[in-house]
């Protein structure tokens, strides 16, 4: 059976919503969802949460993850990179659990809409397809061949991606996504050694709109918490 190691990584800082990871939504603390999803799932032996907060370790323990160090203040900055955090749980899970994990699979708290079917489905797909790593998205709502635009150095304003010929109808440009920062998937050797998200064999899972809130704003948590009442999420 393969060795799976699921992370959550909370800062404790937030400049959109405060303290938004522990902010309570629909009855319980927002990282609280992520963790119910990641033990409905089956496939984590461990649940290892990445904070610098006293106070979001204390919650996470409290809903059945595993706390066994303090972030960095080095990676705990809101200019560090996630990869670089995710990276440095792994590596100490490793060496705190004394085993070797197959895969990856990290969690965003801040996107408690997905359900447990996502976490299940996308990695059977990412062993189908035998990827080194996997991320999700949703269809985008603006396209870049169509009516996304970039303003350049001097003020000019163009089409963010041009086509060989123009098209009329969104419908008509090629397929894009918004990565929805919700399900993160790596082998082994990827997530220690690879130093990009997008690799030649990374994969893609896609979710509808509805399950794809990243929460960013406090409207995003208003939003959030209303999608979460009107289908009846359990507290």
Not at 108 to 137: C, G, H, M, W, Y
Not at 169 to 197: C, E, G, V
Request: proline residues 3%; glycine residues 4%.
């Amino acid at each position: 059976m393969s060795k799976v190691l699921c992370t959550i990584c909370a800062r404790g800082g937030s400049k959109g919503v405060k303290n938004k990871n522990i902010k309570e939504i629909n009855g319980k603390p927002l990282i609280a969802y992520t963790i119910g999803q990641a033990k409905d799932s089956g496939l984590f032996e461990h649940i290892v949460i990445s904070t610098d907060s006293d106070d979001i370790a204390n919650i996470a323990k409290q809903y059945g993850a595993e706390v066994f160090f303090k972030r960095s203040a080095e990676i705990a900055s809101d200019i560090a990179g996630k990869l670089d955090v995710i990276r440095d749980a792994f590596v100490r899970s490793e060496k705190y659990y004394n085993k070797q994990f197959d895969y990856l699979i990290d969690l965003d708290a801040t996107a408690p809409l997905r359900n447990v079917d996502d976490i299940i489905k996308s990695f059977n797909q990412f062993l189908e397809n035998n990827n080194d790593n996997l991320i999700t998205a949703m269809p985008s709502r603006r396209s870049p061949y169509f009516n996304l635009v970039e303003v350049d150095s001097v003020g000019k304003v163009s089409l963010s991606k041009q086509l060989d010929n123009s098209i009329v109808r969104r419908q008509d440009a090629p397929k894009s996504y918004d990565m929805n920062a919700s399900i993160y998937i790596w082998k082994r050797d990827s997530i220690l050694n690879d130093k990009s998200l997008f690799l030649e064999n990374t994969g893609l899972y896609v979710m509808p709109e509805e399950r794809s809130i990243d929460i960013d704003t406090e409207l995003d948590y208003k939003f959030v918490e209303f999608l979460m009442r009107e289908n009846d999420v359990k507290r």
